[in-house]
């Protein structure tokens, strides 16, 4: 039960924190009409997965002059992949839809109930989900993005990357056109070997991954290699086809090292893609320390260059 109520904290925190973000949007818009309230539907799809869609407000000044369909980010909730919910981002989903974007907030299969790959199959079949019901949602199909919180940061890049070839081979047009990770692990191999071999504390990186495998690094090298999103940029040439990515990343995190994003950005940008590293110096791993303004701006402009027609 301590565990579940930690790892809840983490996403309630970063979900306050955008709450924050998307008043400030409002309060500082000086020629934005009172945002009308919009209707938050709840899908079931998957087998039996809780899906949380947001139009984009019709009345964002962010938002196209023309009407829908609108670009949609798919968001993806942290928790050590044992624990979170989709509705603890709803506070980012309200200030997206302000800049004029629809969003999607999903449930995935938790660990240990569910070993991986349960978790990235998951969120690759509520993509494939987004993709067929577009029209019926008032989207554009080929206008998608994502945002992923810590754990759902790891799958969103899972699920942006195509799964690694034996050689290196060129990457067709991405479904995603733009990824935004916040705090993500991305090589669980060597995030197993760097952390320490005490499992008792609920945000002990071995206890999480011993839950997410059922075994060690130690005992299962290749399913943490297939797992890491590092191993399948390796093979792969992006040219114009991959999506951008933007990673936030607190250099004070001591439950991801900063140096998993560092590294993740050093790959993409050397097989040919696109990629931002925005380090927060007093910055963990939850929330952006003193940099929410410029992390709201950041991510604002990213997904409005990335999603542009």
């Not at 997206?96 to 999903?106: E, K, P, T």
């Not at 060690?216 to 086809?241: C, I, M, T, W």
Request: glycine share 8%.
């Amino acid at each position: 039960m301590a565990e579940h109520n930690v790892a809840r904290s983490v996403g309630l925190c970063t979900a306050r924190i955008f709450k924050t973000l998307f008043w400030l949007t409002l309060m500082t818009a000086a020629n934005q009409t009172a945002a009308q309230t919009q209707p938050w539907q709840t899908f079931t799809a998957c087998g039996g997965l809780q899906f949380d869609f947001l139009p984009a407000a019709a009345n964002s000044t962010k938002a196209e002059a023309a009407p829908a369909p609108a670009p949609l980010v798919l968001v993806v909730h942290g928790g050590g992949w044992s624990s979170g919910s989709r509705e603890d981002y709803h506070g980012l989903q309200s200030w997206l839809s302000q800049q004029g974007l629809a969003s999607l907030s999903i449930d995935y299969r938790l660990a240990p109930a569910a070993r991986f790959p349960a978790q990235a199959e998951d969120t690759r079949c509520a993509l494939q989900w987004v993709q067929q019901q577009a029209p019926a949602l008032g989207i554009q199909p080929d206008r998608l993005a994502g945002f992923g919180i810590s754990a759902g940061a790891h799958l969103l890049a899972l699920t942006a990357l195509p799964a690694s070839a034996a050689k290196r081979s060129p990457v067709k047009q991405a479904a995603l056109r733009c990824v935004v990770l916040h705090g993500a692990p991305t090589d669980l191999l060597a995030w197993w070997r760097s952390s320490s071999d005490d499992m008792s504390g609920p945000m002990s990186q071995r206890r999480m991954l011993m839950q997410l495998f059922g075994q060690g690094a130690d005992q299962a090298e290749p399913a943490y290699r297939a797992a890491s999103p590092l191993y399948h940029v390796k093979n792969l040439s992006f040219g114009s086809g991959g999506p951008r990515w933007l990673l936030l990343h607190g250099e004070q995190d001591v439950t991801v090292p900063v140096q998993q994003a560092q590294r993740f950005t050093d790959a993409i940008k050397a097989a040919g893609g696109q990629a931002e590293l925005l380090r927060l110096p007093d910055t963990g791993h939850i929330g952006f320390g003193t940099h929410d303004r410029q992390v709201a701006a950041r991510v604002s402009r990213f997904y409005q260059d990335c999603l542009k027609k």
